[in-house]
């Protein structure tokens, strides 16, 4: 993880509480986060029939080396021979492979767990603490909490502590345009054009400046006790709110830091208030 520290703005919920006192994190699935164009790409098309043609050798003979671990020019002879004896059929056959290749690899990353959190903001010595967007949106207005996560520890104990599941992160770009992929570029098992498709969202929420957690599947993940370095209360938290997060605080994770986070009209901004 290249982060020292990332942050998660929560809701006071029943389920945001019980995975704090269970001592674990839920990673959400791409078509249950906010975003209606998570994980969108743009297919690229072969441009005309010449286009069409080369795409369709150059898969077949990937495919062919890939599968029966043929040399490339004898592989490329076959193919040839087979696109020679019935063109039309060759490429409606391919495409149709391709088409396929592209819808599973969409459907996979479907299926992957995704923790979305904040890193601190580019050029701020401010905390991601002070993102008033990110109180105001995922953390119920500052009646809601923040947690600062120790990067390393939380991605290392995610590994050490979920050991069927298989973990990576990546930070988020902001574009303008979706990202793109070559509709014959899934040939190879292992490549990730379509996961990376999880690392772009439109520049307007730029705000959050995300970093994400990705799992080979979604729910609970439990972590280590170390890996929250802090946690903060929103200025308009209900106090049973924060009775009952101090006293799950002090049960799972009884060594972390507690603060409430004040509305600062002076600087029409956030400070962090005293300890807890």
């Not at 993880?1 to 703005?9: A, G, R, S, V």
């Not at 520890?153 to 973990?167: G, H, V």
């Not at 899934?186 to 705000?207: C, G, P, R, S």
Request: aromatic share 10%; glycine share 4%; hydrophobic share 35%.
């Amino acid at each position: 993880m290249n982060f020292d520290y990332i942050y998660k703005f929560h809701k006071v919920t029943d389920h945001s509480k019980k995975a704090l006192l269970n001592r674990k994190i839920w990673l959400s699935t791409q078509e249950s986060l906010n975003d209606p164009f998570e994980g969108v790409t743009k297919t690229i098309y072969p441009t005309d029939r010449t286009d069409l043609i080369t795409k369709c050798v150059n898969y077949m003979t990937e495919m062919l080396c890939d599968e029966e671990n043929l040399e490339k020019s004898h592989a490329q002879n076959i193919v040839l021979q087979r696109y020679l004896e019935n063109p039309d059929g060759f490429l409606e056959i391919v495409l149709e492979q391709a088409k396929k290749e592209h819808n599973s690899a969409i459907e996979h990353t479907r299926n992957l767990g995704i923790y979305s959190t904040s890193a601190d903001i580019p050029n701020d010595e401010r905390s991601h603490i002070a993102n008033m967007i990110m109180w105001s949106l995922y953390a119920d207005g500052f009646k809601g909490f923040c947690i600062k996560y120790n990067a390393k520890e939380l991605y290392r104990s995610l590994r050490e502590l979920n050991s069927e599941d298989k973990f990576s992160y990546t930070k988020v770009n902001y574009v303008t345009q979706p990202y793109e992929v070559d509709l014959f570029s899934l040939v190879h098992k292992d490549n990730i054009a379509y996961l990376k498709a999880l690392q772009f969202k439109h520049e307007q929420w730029e705000h959050e400046c995300e970093c994400r957690i990705l799992s080979t599947s979604a729910g609970l993940k439990e972590i280590s006790q170390n890996s929250i370095e802090a946690i903060y209360f929103g200025d308009k938290i209900s106090e049973q709110n924060e009775i009952g997060l101090i006293e799950i605080m002090q049960q799972s994770f009884p060594n972390t830091p507690i603060f409430r986070v004040k509305l600062d009209s002076q600087s029409y901004g956030i400070r962090v208030g005293e300890k807890i």
